[in-house]
Antibody, heavy 122, light 109 residues
Framework: EVQLVESGGGVARPGGSLRLSCAAS????????IGWVRQAPGKGLEWVSG????????GYADSMKGRFSISRDNAKKSVYLQMNNLKTEDTAFYYC???????????????WGRGTLVTVSS | SSDLTQPPSVSVSPGQTARITCSGH??????TYWYQQKAGQAPKLVIY???ERPSGIPERFSGSSSGTTVTLTISGVQAEDEAEYYC????????????FGGGTKLTVL
């Protein structure tokens, strides 16, 4: 089955850290870029970060730069999001999503995981 | 706030046509993408490159673009179409800047 499965969510203290994982199956993983998108409870979608097919290029939303780090291990068909110095406003469902293969430079997503909940609270 | 503006809500009766708009300066020269998110589920791509439909998406879903406004049209709305709909584009200034609209709740009366 073609799917993405997130894990690693949970409760963290403000200033703490969490590492999220995104495991892929059912497709040729190293053909695709992967992104993270988050959604605070009851709110809209917010771009977090993305990584290209071989990990050679990454990008972040401005509010996450310097605190979040994305990486991938193609042998394990996995992408990771290391989140440091967490803030209460980072509380959200975090989705990993597959960048659609396309000849255009845009990032858009044709496959999404079910998400993992991160709660930052004292 | 978002660089892409959507109406918070749209309501239609079954069988009618729903139109959801998305406005933003970046839309005049970038493609727009639309996602459907049903309650408790992950988003799902329903339109890409302004008007293309992924395989498996019903023909009643269509997209159009005019200047800085794009429109998702759902013809012959069905109860199962009730969901939140998000537009998405890409910032022209950076490869990794993905922009989402604030979302529109489609209610089927």
């Amino acid at each position: 089955e073609v799917q993405l499965v997130e894990s690693g969510g949970g409760v963290a203290r403000p200033g703490g850290s969490l590492r999220l994982s995104c495991a892929a199956s059912g497709f040729t993983f190293d053909d695709y870029g992967i992104g993270w998108v988050r959604q605070a409870p009851g709110k809209g979608l917010e771009w977090v970060s993305g990584i290209n097919w071989n990990g050679g290029s990454t990008g972040y939303a401005d509010s996450m730069k310097g605190r979040f780090s994305i990486s991938r291990d193609n042998a394990k068909k996995s992408v990771y999001l290391q989140m440091n110095n967490l803030k209460t406003e980072d509380t959200a469902f975090y989705y990993c999503a597959r960048r659609s293969s396309s000849s255009i430079p845009d990032w858009y997503f044709d496959l999404w995981g079910r998400g993992t909940l991160v709660t930052v609270s004292s | 706030s978002s660089d892409l503006t959507q109406p918070p809500s749209v309501s239609v009766s079954p069988g009618q046509t729903a139109r959801i708009t998305c406005s933003g300066h970046s839309l005049s020269n970038r493609y727009t993408y639309w996602y459907q998110q049903k309650a408790g589920q992950a988003p799902k791509l329903v339109i890409y490159k302004d008007s293309e439909r992924p395989s498996g998406i019903p023909e009643r879903f269509s997209g159009s673009s005019s200047g800085t406004t794009v429109t998702l049209t759902i013809s012959g709305v069905q109860a199962e179409d009730e969901a939140e709909y998000y537009c998405q584009s890409a910032d022209t200034s950076a490869t990794y800047r993905v922009l989402f609209g604030g979302g529109t709740k489609l209610t089927v009366l």
